[in-house]
């Protein structure tokens, strides 16, 4: 098993930054790829970013690249992701996942940390 704990919602003002961190605890030695989700008020949870645990290989949502960016550090078990020029339409719920297998759905989730951007 493995747990996950987000950290580093909060409010910003558009165009400001948040960073938010995801710890991973428990059978780490087991992760393939962590990611981080997201769902808006109304709306389905979205992909917005993962990096895969063993080289830092990512992928980015079109509508984050350039202004998110996803690493991780494999001595903490940590995996953050540095949110930049921020927009209304990022406000939501954002949570830290993780995979165990190339295609293989995100079996552990965090609770969530909610990101709100006032226009």
């Known amino acids: 098993q493995v747990q996950l704990v987000e950290s580093g919602g909060g409010w910003v003002q558009a165009g400001g930054s948040l960073r938010l961190s995801c710890t991973a605890s428990?059978?780490?030695?087991?992760?393939?790829?962590m990611g981080w989700f997201r769902r808006a008020p109304g709306k389905a949870r979205e992909f917005v970013a993962s990096?895969?645990?063993?080289?830092?290989?990512?992928d980015y949502l079109n509508s984050v690249k350039g202004r998110f960016t996803i690493s991780r550090d494999n001595a903490k078990n940590t995996v953050s992701l540095q949110m930049n020029f921020l927009k209304f339409e990022d406000t939501a719920d954002y949570y830290c996942?993780?995979?165990?297998?190339?295609?293989?759905?995100?079996?552990?989730w965090g609770q969530g940390t909610q990101v709100t951007v006032s226009s």
């Open positions: 428990g059978r780490t030695d087991s992760m393939y790829r």
């Open positions: 996942a993780g995979q165990v297998a190339y295609g293989q759905p995100y079996q552990y």
């Open positions: 990096v895969r645990w063993s080289d830092g290989s990512t």
